[in-house]
């Protein structure tokens, strides 16, 4: 961040004093590079000048430690945000979702679900996405399947990234008929599959021994003028070896 750093050193040779929000941008910067002594170093220079952080500041802060894996000191921040009457945000939740999804702990992530409700904090497809993502990281693949059918009863309609994640997540625990029924859900809804997607249902099928249905897969992806990646190809090398093994 060698000019965020530049801009820094000038501020402070010419005497000028940051504002809250000014103290946001930077924590923001450094928690999207993932450095997260600059990050908390930046909050206590805030804190030691007597600025109050605004509720985007807070939610700058939270934002930079669930992305630097720093959910400890999210959750003190956001406790803080709670006690101001700052935290009844729809995005704030959702980034702490997400942080429960990347530490594989969805207890936690429907705890927090849960008491968006209860604070009548809308859901929307981010927050449930990133529900299904920590059931499925956690091999939770029943939680994920009662978090798709929660998420279509409160009238949140899926999108393409909520097939992807219960895909892939079938498609590696071996279930390659549940993986394909979402499949075909998801085409009925008019969304297109991609790249990832037929990445992972021939995944599926390699891991499923189903290598006809895979190259059907791969057929059916040039048709549709998916682009195919390093991924795809080095999937159908597996599916190549496996076909001549037999």
Request: net charge positive; hydrophobic share 40%.
């Amino acid at each position: 961040m060698p000019r965020l750093e530049a801009t820094l050193d000038r501020m402070r040779e010419y005497g000028i004093r940051g504002s809250a929000v000014t103290y946001g941008t930077i924590v923001k910067a450094y928690g999207r590079a993932g450095n997260i002594d600059r990050v908390l170093q930046a909050w206590e220079e805030m804190q030691a000048e007597g600025l109050e952080a605004n509720a985007v500041t807070y939610g700058c802060m939270l934002d930079a430690c669930v992305k630097c894996g720093h959910l400890e000191k999210a959750l003190h921040i956001f406790a803080i945000m709670k006690q101001r009457g700052l935290h009844r945000n729809t995005i704030l939740y959702a980034t702490l979702i997400k942080g429960f999804a990347k530490s594989k702990d969805p207890l936690a992530a429907k705890n927090l679900y849960r008491e968006m409700r209860s604070e009548r904090v809308p859901c929307n497809v981010v927050v449930f996405n990133s529900l299904i993502d920590a059931c499925v990281r956690a091999c939770d693949l029943q939680g994920a399947g009662e978090v798709l059918q929660e998420m279509t009863a409160t009238n949140v309609r899926p999108d393409l990234i909520t097939f992807s994640t219960l895909i892939k997540g079938y498609c590696s625990n071996g279930e390659l008929s549940k993986a394909m029924r979402l499949q075909e859900e998801l085409q009925a809804r008019q969304l297109e599959c991609d790249e990832i997607v037929y990445n992972s249902l021939l995944e599926g099928c390699v891991k499923a021994g189903d290598l006809q249905l895979g190259l059907r897969m791969f057929s059916e992806m040039r048709q549709k003028h998916v682009r195919p990646s390093a991924v795809t190809f080095s999937i159908l090398v597996k599916v190549g070896e496996s076909m001549g093994s037999r």
